[in-house]
Every structure is written in C-alpha cells, then in structure tokens.
C-alpha cells in the first residue's frame, strides 16, 4: 500500500509495505518563518528539541533548500523521511520523495541534495534509522 502525503499542494507517494496512510507528526509551530530557530534547550521536550535540531541544521548547510520556508514546511520533510523510513520504504523511493518535497515551481531539488536532507534527517529526527544511512 502507498503512503501519501499532501505537503504545499503537493501530493508525494512513498511505497511501504505495511497498509493504511499514515501523516506526520504535529510538531509545534513557528510564527517567524526567515528567523533561525534558537538551539535547542535541553529543557525543552525532546519533540521540540528535535524539531528546532533538524530545521536549524537544514538552515545552516542548506540555506538554498531552506530560503522561503517556514519552520513547519522544513520539518514536515523530516516527518515524512522518518515516517517512510520507520515503514521500511524503499531507499529510492525516499529520496524520491525528497526531491518531490523539496521541488520550487515544479523542479525537484537534485539527487545529492535529497540523499543530504534524508542523512540530516536520519542524524537529528530519527536516529533509529541510522542503520539506513548508508543508503542515502
């Protein structure tokens, strides 16, 4: 069965094994979409930690991919990589989706830059899947 996620109007098809669609986890929202986040607070619950880990970091090594998006549009990338992943997709079919996600005017970002946003995912939103890192 096929996972669909709508992300921006976009629809993006993950193939997993397992049925029934699945959406991303609701992480808190952000007013600022051009501030980066502040580092994370080990006060903070570690959902919001995590969220603050992956959209900073994004901002930092990728401001190409980040410029014009909100915190929630970076980290819903994150939710849909790790949820595909936590349902045994296929590699290809990730940065298939990642490419789709991160397309401006329907020109998906290349390869290398989705195999990077998928690896910075794995390193700060799904650790559990560092196993797969090699893939990407």
């Known amino acids: ?12 098809n993950v193939n997993v094994p397992e049925q029934g669609a699945t959406t991303p986890a609701t992480r808190p929202a952000t007013t600022e979409a051009t501030t980066t ?6 006060a903070l619950d570690p959902a919001t ?3 603050y880990a992956f959209v900073g970091v994004v901002r930092e090594k990728l401001p190409e991919l980040a410029n014009g998006r909100g915190d ?3 980290q819903a990338m994150a939710d849909v990589i790790c949820n595909a992943l936590a349902k045994d997709a296929k590699g290809e079919d990730v940065v298939d989706a990642t ?7 329907g020109v998906p970002i290349d390869t290398a830059t989705a195999n990077e946003v998928i690896k910075l995912a794995i390193d700060t939103s799904c650790p559990g899947q560092a196993p797969r890192v090699t893939e990407f």
């Open 1 to 12: 069965m096929a996972t669909i996620v709508a992300l921006s109007g976009c629809t993006i």
């Open 37 to 42: 986040p502040p580092a994370a607070d080990p």
């Open 49 to 51: 930690a995590q969220t």
């Open 72 to 74: 929630d549009e970076i």
């Open 99 to 105: 490419r789709s996600m991160g397309s401006r005017d």
